[in-house]
């Protein structure tokens, strides 16, 4: 993962609801296997910013552009839909707070990691199955669950199988919206340490939208701070926290209650 | 190795008001392959936050802070964060004064993850992580379990024991010894020689003068480098 170009180039990116800004005049660049923290209290944009890069959200303005597998880079906005879709089959993922908006709840455990594999042409069902039962070892999912519907799942397995669902077809980018806060702090914790290794095992790349300073700090190379809807600062994540030069990032750290 | 020149740091509090703490002024040293430099001075001196700014987890205010790697010179104090982050893979280990601990992992994982960072096949780190856990006395026993259970000296042998296990060129120490026995300050002593007599070269905090004066070849006082601004509003 020595690429010398960013798997995303981020320039004055805006998304506006009506004549608001839910955030505005974002500048950022992602490298393969680098772990970029957004954070900000409610309201910040940090989602919005999220929802925008990740083309859930109209780009009301600026400029996002993406390195493709090929090497092809591509503006975002220029490619048509069936080509945003196949990114999505192949290369990127998204992890959504609620687990129920990124699973099928009635569907198996089983079928909702295997789902992914069949929509990039996988068609034997050994194979399947297999691959699917590895993933859930993987995220530590007992393998018997594999038939049974993430509707009877805890918490947090539902989260861990969104997971897999999102990381089984090997993606290159995936975004992550608050995919700890719906969970227990022991749960959390568990959870954490999974995304934090996977990630580092697999070199991806991942945008991981917060409010938890400890997450920013455990997972992420960098991180940028959101407030009304820009970036207030930016940098590596340990500086960022260790030495926050705007005055409301030393709010934020300020605020962390000490465990 | 490390040449360090015109540094200045200051803190600027929003929120008390903006009210600016100017540490360091100028400051200047230089550090060479193979040796051990104290840095010396009453606490609030700006001794931890000159480590903190080579390491990368401070800014620097004004000044250079240029390491020598195999691709020639890097300026931490200008540099981005990819590039920190590259000049700590390459070249530079830290030992804090606290291991901040990651849950679920292992100690034994902890310690050998700098090696598997920088590509060492899992196996062979965990040897070399365990070969210095049995140096700094961590029983067997512990190695499976995460150190948060731990007690606060056996958390910094830890932390030590992660902060050597990699070979790097340049080893920032902030007071390894503080809370250790006679017997393991002796163990880190030893380890602190074997560094330098490989070529690494030594910038560290040493509350225990009898450690410093075992592995310090000369100690930079940083006060001679106190802001003559100090506290101002």
Known sequence: ?259 | MLTVSGVDKTFTMHLQGGQQLAVLHRLAFELHPGECVALGGASGAGKSSILKMIYGNYAVDRGSIVLQGRGGGVDLAAAGPRQVLAARREAMGYVSQFLRCVPRVAALQVVAEPLVDRGVPAAEARARAAELLTRLNIPERLWALPPATFSGGEQQRVNIARGFVAQLPLLLLDEPTASLDAHNREVVTELILEKRAVGTAVLGIFHDAEVRDAVADRVIQVETFASAAGTAA
């Open chain 1, 1 to 259: 993962m020595n690429e010398a170009q960013p798997l995303l180039e981020v320039r004055g990116v805006g998304h506006a609801y009506g004549d608001r800004y839910g955030c505005r005049d974002v500048d950022l660049d992602l490298w393969p296997g680098e772990v970029l923290a957004v954070v900000g209290e409610s309201g910040s944009g940090k989602t919005t910013l999220l929802g925008t890069l990740s083309q859930r959200l109209s780009l009301t303005e600026g400029t996002i552009r993406y390195r493709v597998a090929d090497g092809t880079v591509v503006n975002l906005a220029e490619i048509s839909e069936a080509a945003v879709r196949r990114l999505w089959r192949t290369e990127w993922g998204f992890v959504h707070q609620n687990p129920a908006d990124g699973l099928r709840m009635h569907v198996s455990a089983g079928g909702n990691v295997g789902e992914p594999l069949m929509a990039t042409g996988w068609r034997h069902y050994g194979r399947i199955r297999a691959t699917a039962a590895e993933w859930l070892e993987r995220v530590e999912i007992p393998v018997d669950r594999i038939d049974d519907a993430p509707v009877t799942f805890s918490g947090g397995m539902r989260q861990r199988l969104q997971i897999a669902r999102n990381l089984v077809i090997s993606p290159r980018l995936v975004f992550m919206d608050e995919p700890t806060s719906g969970l227990d702090v022991s749960v959390q914790a568990r959870l954490l340490d999974l995304i934090r290794s996977l990630v580092a095992e697999l070199g991806l790349a991942m945008i991981i939208v917060t409010h938890d300073l400890g997450v920013a700090r455990l997972i992420s190379h960098r991180t940028l701070v959101m407030k009304d809807g820009r970036v207030v600062e930016s940098g590596l994540t340990d500086r960022v926290l260790d030495d926050p030069q705007a005055a409301y990032t030393q709010l934020l750290v300020s605020s962390i209650l000490q465990g």
